[in-house]
């Protein structure tokens, strides 16, 4: 009995041994054992047993049949309680581990900064001349698609746009993003344009349709 069917069908060849199908039950029990030799077969070995099931009578035992022991309900409690002590213990160690795992990281991870101070990428650049309360500081990293830009600013007039370029030798420039201004909030952002550092002579920041730089750092000395 390997078909879906023979699975669905073997559950009732017991009742239907024991003549307790109904009707539409039985009728497709039937029909179904007349395509299937193994279900047959099976129903032939059960219909024995059905036939002497009624002839037994509980009465006539000599004995009363054996009752659980009174300790059983303690045993599966304890059993159950066991287990799950096991569980929370096991629990706890996976979390104690984890812990571990991490503080021993975050420990290592200081450890290595302490050894090897961390620098920011790229080569700093020096802004000349800020107009009075601006504050502006970036670095600057050649990379094989061109440059990229690192870039602090405060100061600048809150909610004012500001775009970012590269300048050429020839004074024709090439934007490389832009940003609103923070005001006395410092403003971080990383951009990026696709000039080599090798063909730009200035980092510049100016207002949009204004070729005034508000801010410019040569690159080259």
Same mark, same amino acid.
């Given at each position: 009995m390997t078909s879906d069917?023979?699975?669905? @069908?073997?559950?009732?060849?017991?009742?239907?041994?024991?003549?307790?199908?109904d009707d539409h039950e039985a009728v497709a029990l039937r029909a179904h054992l007349d395509g299937c030799p193994d279900c047959r077969a099976e129903l032939i070995e059960l219909t024995p047993v059905a036939s002497v099931l009624g002839q037994a009578d509980p009465d006539r035992l000599l004995e009363p049949p054996p009752a659980p022991s009174p300790a059983l309900p303690g045993t599966i409690l304890a059993t159950l309680d066991r287990e799950r002590s096991r569980q929370r213990h096991r629990r706890i160690a996976v979390v104690a581990a984890a812990a571990v795992t991490a503080l021993g990281l975050l420990t290592g991870g200081f450890f290595l900064r302490t050894l090897v101070p961390s620098s920011p990428p790229g080569q700093p650049v020096a802004f000349t001349a800020p107009a009075p309360g601006v504050e502006a500081s970036a670095r600057v990293e050649n990379r094989a698609w061109g440059t990229g830009i690192s870039l602090d600013v405060t100061g600048l007039p809150q909610g004012s746009t500001y775009n970012v370029w590269l300048q050429r030798p020839d004074g024709s420039r090439m934007n490389a993003?832009?940003?609103?201004?923070?005001?006395?909030?410092?403003?971080?952002?990383?951009?990026?344009?696709?000039?080599? @550092?090798?063909?730009?002579?200035m980092l510049g920041v100016s207002a949009p349709g204004?070729?005034?730089a508000i801010l410019q750092a040569p690159l080259h000395s």
């Open positions: 069917r023979c699975r669905q @069908m073997h559950t009732l060849l017991g009742m239907y041994a024991l003549g307790r199908l993003g832009s940003f609103i201004a923070g005001g006395d909030r410092k403003m971080s952002m990383n951009l990026a344009v696709a000039l080599p @550092m090798s063909d730009a002579t204004d070729d005034t």
